[in-house]
């Protein structure tokens, strides 16, 4: 788009809408701003905020000089420092694609597992998003009472993940990607692009954030699940796959190590979110337990509205987040 612009002498503007979680495109802005390189336009950039981020980015002057300096600063650097025309070459390029084809392909097969769907309505509270009334959209798309992929919204797919601290959106399928490749004899390209590649480490940066935001004790009782069992041990399989891929590559010893203020950050508000999360899960297994057997008791409705509410609390605190 930039080099058709520049070809007929028209000045193009970005509008980058960016949400809160990194799954969705939020995470480390400033860092991808100032990767692009000289062959993407940065004559002006414009970006929204998720509601839930602005009292965090913005709520206080010293946020928000720190936070408008990180973007300030993004556009001086991409256009002083940056030494190379294009900031991936072919060979760099056809490495990520690489990668891309494998990860997406493996994302891909978890996607079509047939308990996919069944279990994510099964272990996260997805089913009643559309209760809290707390989202500007309805949480699945037509007018089918049944979930699927095809009708289910962004916010409510990405949201159950991370209420039920999985974050599958943000890393699943990387670790084999790279797994691959190094069975390919193709590892230390990837450590040198990784060393050398603002944008490529920015990408693994957004990852390694969302494996940090996850817990797989709060639903490892699901391991052994006649049903589910088998798709929770995929996922967190993927997951121990590639954090070891994702620390090998950075020499660190534990995920986001180079980021010391953003881990304090997540682990201040996971002391608001694991005590809600673990009522949340106890008053799910309840509810489940009261389906299973066909009874419908005052209980069970109390149990719903508490789940609810916790939603409102894990979800304010998990954007918020770093």
Same mark, same amino acid.
């Given at each position: 788009? $930039?080099?058709?612009?520049k070809?007929?002498?028209?000045?193009?503007?970005?509008?980058?809408?960016?949400? /809160?979680?990194?799954?969705?495109?939020?995470?480390? $802005?400033?860092?991808?701003?100032?990767?692009?390189?000289?062959?993407?336009?940065?004559?002006?950039?414009?970006?929204?905020? #998720?509601?839930?981020?602005?009292?965090?980015?913005?709520?206080?002057i010293?946020?928000?000089? =720190?936070n408008?300096?990180?973007?300030?600063?993004?556009?001086?650097?991409?256009e002083i420092?940056?030494?190379?025309?294009?900031?991936?070459?072919?060979?760099?390029?056809n *490495?990520?694609?690489?990668?891309?084809?494998?990860?997406?392909?493996?994302?891909?097969?978890?996607?079509?597992?047939?308990?996919?769907?069944?279990? *994510?309505?099964?272990?996260?509270?997805?089913?009643? =998003?559309?209760d809290?009334?707390?989202?500007?959209?309805?949480?699945?798309?037509?007018g089918?009472?049944?979930?699927?992929?095809?009708?289910?919204r962004?916010?409510?797919?990405?949201?159950a993940?991370?209420?039920?601290k999985?974050?599958?959106?943000? =890393?699943? /399928?990387?670790?084999?990607?790279?797994?691959?490749?190094?069975q390919?004899?193709?590892?230390?390209?990837?450590?040198?692009?990784?060393?050398?590649?603002?944008?490529?480490?920015t990408?693994?940066?957004?990852?390694?954030?969302?494996?940090?935001?996850?817990?797989?004790?709060?639903?490892?009782?699901?391991?052994?699940?006649?049903k589910?069992?088998?798709i929770?041990?995929?996922?967190?399989?993927?997951?121990e796959?590639?954090?070891?891929?994702?620390?090998?590559?950075?020499?660190?010893?534990?995920?986001m190590?180079?980021?010391?203020?953003?881990?304090?950050?997540i #682990?201040?508000?996971?002391?608001?979110? *694991?005590?809600?999360? $673990?009522? #949340?899960?106890?008053?799910?297994?309840?509810?489940?337990?009261?389906?299973?057997? *066909?009874?419908?008791?005052?209980?069970?409705?109390?149990?719903?509205?508490?789940?609810?509410?916790?939603?409102? /609390?894990?979800?304010?605190? /998990?954007?918020?987040?770093?």
């Amino acid at each position: 788009m $930039t080099a058709i612009s520049k070809e007929h002498g028209i000045d193009v503007v970005f509008f980058d809408g960016r949400g /809160g979680p990194p799954a969705r495109g939020g995470g480390k $802005t400033h860092k991808f701003y100032a990767s692009l390189g000289k062959n993407i336009s940065s004559k002006e950039i414009q970006l929204t905020i #998720q509601g839930q981020t602005v009292s965090s980015n913005f709520g206080n002057i010293d946020s928000a000089q =720190y936070n408008l300096e990180q973007l300030i600063h993004a556009g001086i650097s991409n256009e002083i420092l940056s030494n190379k025309e294009t900031i991936l070459d072919e060979e760099e390029e056809n *490495l990520i694609q690489q990668l891309a084809d494998i990860s997406f392909d493996s994302y891909s097969q978890l996607k079509n597992h047939p308990d996919f769907v069944d279990y *994510l309505i099964h272990a996260s509270p997805l089913r009643f =998003y559309s209760d809290t009334n707390i989202g500007s959209r309805p949480s699945k798309r037509g007018g089918s009472s049944r979930m699927s992929l095809k009708n289910l919204r962004a916010i409510p797919f990405v949201g159950a993940w991370s209420q039920l601290k999985q974050n599958v959106t943000g =890393y699943f /399928g990387v670790g084999t990607a790279l797994q691959k490749l190094e069975q390919q004899g193709k590892l230390s390209a990837i450590k040198k692009l990784y060393s050398e590649s603002l944008f490529f480490k920015t990408l693994l940066d957004n990852c390694e954030m969302a494996m940090h935001k996850s817990f797989f004790p709060l639903t490892a009782h699901l391991a052994d699940h006649p049903k589910f069992g088998e798709i929770w041990q995929i996922i967190f399989k993927e997951y121990e796959l590639t954090k070891q891929y994702i620390l090998r590559l950075s020499g660190k010893s534990e995920l986001m190590d180079d980021y010391p203020i953003e881990q304090q950050s997540i #682990q201040m508000r996971e002391r608001i979110v *694991l005590p809600l999360l $673990t009522i #949340q899960q106890y008053a799910m297994i309840r509810v489940r337990e009261m389906e299973e057997a *066909l009874i419908n008791p005052p209980t069970k409705t109390t149990y719903e509205k508490l789940l609810m509410r916790c939603s409102f /609390g894990i979800i304010n605190a /998990g954007r918020n987040s770093a």
